[in-house]
């Protein structure tokens, strides 16, 4: 257990700092800190999410019995990518501290750099990305402890298609830095909004019922049968999965709507929202 954990703290942070490094040394880029800060974190995080993906799927299809069947990715993919949800926790204050500088709210450096200035940013941080911190602790301290040890080797098919959830991220990532350089209103940005809308629908929010349908058609039931066949904690467990999941999904469609119907001329729809 301790190698893919090990590995995966030095490939994440070292990633990170090697894309810093580049942004800011090459010369024909030269970026200013902050924009290297801010870019390097989606790339890691875009990295992390393909190399989930891929793992996820080489499981997932690797199984055909969804309880018993067995992949060593799973438990290696799962240890791995431990170390990458403390350092994001990290990386996303680095970004939220930048942007906060580079939007004049820090005064001068030493300002910025004093300990009350510090605590600021970090509530500040923590309510604005309280619900992602949430998430990411979540899974060190309670999806992984359960993966390793309550699954007992069992069910390596649904891990793999909760990996695949992370199909949606390099198009969050993309999205975000296109936002940063303001081109919002570019075809890029908007054919990147579709992508994520789209795939973030199917393998975050559609991923809880198939997963149920999954396990239906394995035990010979209807889909509406699977949560009373299953343990409480289960259906427990999944809800508080999907619930943040519908929130950013919501965020996203909200986010869809300004970008396709601007507030000059809204569809209904999106009048009602506003």
């Not at 942070?13 to 580049?22: A, N, Q, R, V, Y």
């Not at 060593?72 to 994001?88: E, G, K, M, R």
């Not at 600021?120 to 390793?148: Q, T, W």
């Amino acid at each position: 257990m301790l190698t893919p954990m090990v590995a995966g703290g030095v490939v994440f942070p070292g990633l990170f700092l090697l894309s810093k490094s580049t942004l800011q040394r090459l010369p024909q880029l030269r970026w200013e800190e902050a924009d290297a800060v801010i870019v390097s974190a989606r790339l890691v995080s875009s990295v992390q999410a393909i190399m989930a993906s891929t793992a996820g799927y080489i499981v997932s299809t690797s199984c055909k019995h969804i309880i018993d069947d067995q992949h060593w990715l799973s438990s290696a993919y799962t240890q791995f990518a431990v170390p990458y949800f403390i350092y994001d926790i990290y990386a996303m204050f680095l970004c939220h501290w930048h942007k906060h500088q580079v939007k004049g709210h820090g005064g001068d450096d030493s300002a910025a750099r004093a300990p009350g200035s510090t605590w600021a940013i970090a509530r500040g941080y923590l309510h604005k990305e309280f619900l992602m911190v949430l998430h990411h602790a979540a899974m060190v301290l309670v999806c992984f402890p359960l993966s390793v040890v309550w699954r007992q080797g069992k069910g390596d098919f649904f891990l793999g298609c909760m990996l695949m959830a992370e199909v949606s991220t390099p198009f969050v990532c993309l999205g975000k830095i296109l936002i940063q350089y303001k081109q919002q209103h570019t075809l890029l940005h908007k054919v990147n909004g579709a992508l994520m809308l789209l795939s973030f629908l199917c393998c975050r929010v559609l991923l809880f019922p198939y997963l149920y349908w999954a396990y239906g058609r394995h035990a010979g039931l209807p889909l509406l049968a699977v949560p009373l066949a299953i343990p409480a904690h289960v259906n427990l467990g999944a809800a508080l999965l999907l619930a943040p999941q519908l929130y950013w999904f919501f965020l996203i469609c909200r986010g869809a709507c300004r970008l396709f119907w601007p507030r000059s001329r809204p569809p209904p729809a999106c009048q009602t929202q506003d």
